[in-house]
C-alpha cells in the first residue's frame, strides 16, 4: 500500500531548512528515502529500520517513529544542490519490496 | 555508480505491438526490480526477481511479464502494447542486507 507523502512541493531559499513526512497506514519494518533530479534516476540517501533511528546523509537526516508508522526528512540549511523530487520507499517486512509515495518536489533558490 | 544499463533508452511503438525491455547489471546482485513511473504517482513496482528464474508479480503487474535467465539480464516484456503503458520504466537492483536499491537510467517507452 502507498505510503503519503507531505507536502506535495516545498520552495525554499538557500539556507532554509524544511520536513518532508511519509507515513503508512501499516506496521512498517523500514523505510528508505531516495532524491531524484529532472531526468535522471532516482539516487539512495538513507535506510532507517523500525527502532526509532536518525541517521544523516551531509546536512539531510531522518528520524522513523515506529509508533506513528510514520518518517520525517529534515532538509538543514538548505542548498540548491538539494533540489530534486524526494520519494520514500517504504517495506512491510524484509521481503525486499518496496512502496514508494507519490514524492515532494523541493526546489532551492538563490 | 552501480553497474546497471537499461536498452533501448527510448522507444516509440504502435498500440498491439510486442516491446521488450532489458536490463543489465555487473554487480552480481540478487534482486532486481521493475518500476514504472508517472506523474502524481511516484515509482509503482511492476515485477520483481529474487534470483535467476525467480520472479514474482508487484502492484501494477497486469500486461506485463518478464523473465531472468542469467543473474545480469531481467527482461520486461508488453505482449501487446497499450497507450496506458506510455510511461518511464525503471529497473533497480539490490543485493542482500538492507535492501538499498540502486536505478539504471531509465528508458522512455511511448505507445501511439
Known amino acids: 500500500q502507498q505510503p503519503v507523502q507531505s507536502p506535495q512541493a516545498v520552495i525554499l531559499r538557500e539556507g532554509e531548512d524544511a520536513v518532508i513526512n511519509c507515513s503508512s497506514s501499516?506496521?512498517?519494518?523500514?523505510v528508505h528515502w531516495y532524491r531524484q533530479k529532472h531526468g535522471e534516476a532516482p539516487v539512495f540517501l538513507m535506510i532507517l529500520l523500525k527502532g526509532g533511528e536518525q541517521k544523516g546523509h551531509e546536512k539531510i537526516s531522518a528520524s522513523f517513529n515506529e509508533k506513528k508508522q510514520q518518517s520525517s526528512l529534515y532538509l538543514t540549511a538548505s542548498q540548491l544542490s538539494y533540489s530534486g523530487t524526494y520519494f520514500c520507499?517504504?517495506?512491510?517486512?524484509?521481503?525486499?519490496?518496496?512502496?514508494f509515495g507519490a514524492g515532494t518536489t523541493v526546489t532551492v533558490r538563490a | 555508480d552501480a553497474g546497471i544499463t537499461q536498452s533501448p533508452r527510448h522507444k516509440v511503438t504502435e498500440t498491439g505491438t510486442p516491446v521488450t525491455l532489458r536490463c543489465h547489471q555487473t554487480?552480481?546482485?540478487?534482486?532486481m526490480y521493475w518500476y514504472r513511473q508517472d506523474p502524481g504517482h511516484g515509482l509503482r513496482l511492476i515485477h520483481y526477481?529474487?534470483?535467476?528464474?525467480?520472479?514474482d508479480k508487484g502492484e501494477v503487474s497486469d500486461g506485463y511479464s518478464v523473465s531472468r535467465s542469467k543473474t545480469e539480464d531481467f527482461l520486461l516484456t508488453l505482449e501487446s502494447a497499450t497507450s496506458s503503458q506510455t510511461s518511464v520504466y525503471f529497473c533497480?537492483?539490490?543485493?542482500?542486507?538492507?535492501?538499498?536499491?540502486?536505478f539504471g537510467p531509465g528508458t522512455r517507452l511511448t505507445v501511439t
Open positions: 533497480a537492483i539490490s543485493s542482500s542486507g538492507l535492501n538499498e536499491q540502486y
Open positions: 554487480e552480481n546482485h540478487r534482486y
Open positions: 520507499g517504504t517495506e512491510l517486512t524484509n521481503d525486499y519490496k518496496l512502496s
Open positions: 501499516k506496521a512498517l519494518y523500514s
Open positions: 526477481s529474487y534470483g535467476v528464474k525467480d520472479t
